[in-house]
């Protein structure tokens, strides 16, 4: 359910002026679990300032088991990180499409359980049918940290695709400048200069007559950038009709994060971070 906010309030005492047939624990509970944002952001705090025009959404759905009291497949938690193995299919963050059910919002709600005041704070981002590591920061000085120099902390970006066709040339590097058009398609410039500079190496790992698997390192890191450039050799991503796949023998788009070496920004320890490879890329060669 969808309201707007013409005086400003608190939050718990808006829900409860708002939301009839619900008990004030029950409308406690919705903000505990993540199941209320702001202009699409999570709120849990009951004492949250609302302001007039705002737009409160109540996510009824969410205690039925879909997002709310799904947990996140972390692979790495402390004081400062908590990376999580996104399934393919999730977005990273809120889009004018899907505001509720992201990887964001499972991440906040699991944490909100122990600590309904916690704040998450996003780093960097997955395309929606990308699975893989995903990180995000506790504080929003970690963050910036990390953000500011995301290039020279992220030592190692590794991905793994499964790709149409053979690749004549079993490794190598692309290198290109990557522009957008209207559509918001990305697309590849052999011009210095003209666009983004994007450099990918690759390597295939394995291939039969009809599908390859690739080991991505990432350079640079544009939107869609491995997707375009395995486009550029002739072999697009399985699954990936955006840039001229055929085939999805998936069901999803072949491309899985599953490598992140950071160097922490004030501590200058090296965190290693996998997230197993899906055993449904494997079956494609068996």
């Not at 309201?3 to 708002?18: A, I, K, R, S, T």
């Not at 999805?248 to 200058?268: E, I, V, Y």
Request: net charge positive.
């Amino acid at each position: 359910m969808t309201f707007e906010v013409v005086q400003p309030c608190q939050l718990l005492d808006f829900l409860l002026l708002n939301i009839k047939g619900k008990s004030r624990n029950n409308i406690k509970s919705f903000l505990s679990r993540g199941q209320v944002s702001v202009n699409g952001t999570i709120k849990t705090q009951f004492d949250y300032l609302l302001r007039p025009g705002q737009k409160v959404y109540v996510l009824y759905s969410a205690t039925r088991g879909k997002s709310a009291e799904e947990s996140p497949d972390i692979i790495y938690e402390d004081d400062d990180f908590i990376v999580i193995n996104k399934p393919a299919g999730l977005v990273s963050v809120a889009t004018d499409k899907e505001r509720i059910y992201t990887a964001y919002t499972m991440v906040l709600q699991y944490m909100s359980r122990t600590n309904p005041k916690i704040r998450v704070f996003v780093v960097h981002r997955l395309d929606r049918d990308t699975s893989g590591i995903l990180l995000f920061a506790k504080s929003e000085k970690i963050k910036n940290a990390l953000q500011d120099k995301w290039g020279e902390l992220a030592t190692e970006r590794r991905y793994i695709a499964v790709v149409e066709g053979q690749l004549k040339e079993k490794s190598g590097t692309v290198k290109s400048w990557l522009r957008q058009t209207k559509t918001l398609v990305m697309y590849s410039s052999n011009t210095p200069g003209d666009g983004l500079e994007a450099i990918t190496e690759y390597k295939v790992l394995k291939e039969n007559e009809s599908y390859s698997m690739v080991d991505i390192q990432l350079k640079t890191g544009r939107k869609n950038q491995i997707r375009v450039h395995l486009k550029d050799l002739g072999h697009s991503v399985v699954g990936d009709k955006k840039y001229g796949a055929t085939t999805n023998p998936l069901n999803r788009l072949g491309l899985h994060a599953c490598r992140l070496t950071l160097t922490h920004p004030f501590s200058n320890q090296t965190l290693i971070f996998n997230a197993q490879i899906p055993g449904s890329f494997d079956a494609c060669f068996k």
